[in-house]
């Protein structure tokens, strides 16, 4: 591989594509999941527990990685060690120990709504994939803003629902970027051979999923030439992935990896 340089814009996409590859290469490996929030997920085996923990670390994924993985463990060991057992029996009394959660702004009363969203809706689902997708949708008729739409729509309207939940779930109607819960998808859809995202979904597909913009990525990309509008939001993380898209049709996230190596690790 040619080593990157300042000419390695958009203007020399060989060389460009070929740096993107390497890196994604790199980081995309076991040794990836240790410091990263999808380590939480990793600690089980069964499907209903990757899914709770997978979307729940997502959710908390801001600020310092280390604070991130104590707080999510800390969610775990609040659940019993078994997130899936506990959502389907735990008894009213076994929520007060919730009552002291916090990270960052997600606090007590979030918390109790996300357990009563999951009690809910595993009562009457086998799967979490099956709340981001309408009773129509089919692998061909959907796309991943709407199953974000879709999925916000579902979460928010229970009759329990506080409201100041609503800021932890993000929405491409309000042409936010959707980090986390685009990371989580990315989680349960890509499928390879390199053992750090899942790959457990199905009706969703590698090829249509839209890169997750945080600060590494975002600095990175601007940097690479890969990213030019301005704001931060649901439309830059389209310009993103069609770009990315260029050189991977079917599986553009996978820079994902490649973009916040680069820098998480100080690369760039």
């Known amino acids: 591989m040619t080593p990157i340089t300042q000419a390695a814009t958009p203007a020399d996409p060989a060389l460009l ?150 800021k932890h779930i993000a929405t491409p109607a309000r042409n936010s970027s959707c980090k986390r819960l685009l990371m989580f998808l990315r989680w349960m859809v890509r499928r390879d051979d390199r053992g750090v995202d899942f790959g457990l979904w199905t009706r969703l597909r590698p090829e249509q999923l839209v890169m997750p913009i945080d600060v590494h990525v975002n600095r990175v990309a601007r940097s690479l030439g890969l990213l030019s509008r301005p704001q931060t939001d649901w439309k830059a993380a389209i310009e993103l992935t069609d770009t990315l898209r260029q050189f991977d049709p079917a599986d553009p996230v996978r820079y994902d990896f490649a973009l916040f190596g680069l820098g998480v690790e100080g690369e760039m």
């Open 17 to 166: 594509k070929d740096f993107l590859d390497a890196k994604a290469d790199h980081y995309n490996r076991p040794s990836f999941i240790e410091r990263d929030p999808i380590s939480i997920p990793h600690r089980f085996s069964r499907r209903q527990d990757i899914e709770i923990m997978g979307f729940w670390a997502a959710v908390l994924a801001w600020g310092q990685r280390p604070v991130i993985l104590k707080k999510a463990n800390e969610l775990i060991d609040l659940m019993d060690g078994a997130p899936y057992d506990f959502v389907r029996s735990h008894q009213e009394s076994d929520l007060t120990r919730f009552l002291a959660f916090k990270h960052r702004t997600f606090n007590a009363t979030d918390a109790l709504y996300f357990l009563h969203f999951f009690r809910t809706y595993y009562q009457a689902n086998d799967s979490l994939e099956d709340a981001f997708l309408t009773d129509s949708t089919s692998t061909t008729g959907t796309t991943v803003e709407l199953a974000l739409v879709t999925f916000h729509d579902r979460f928010c309207c229970d009759p329990f629902f506080p409201d100041r939940t609503r």
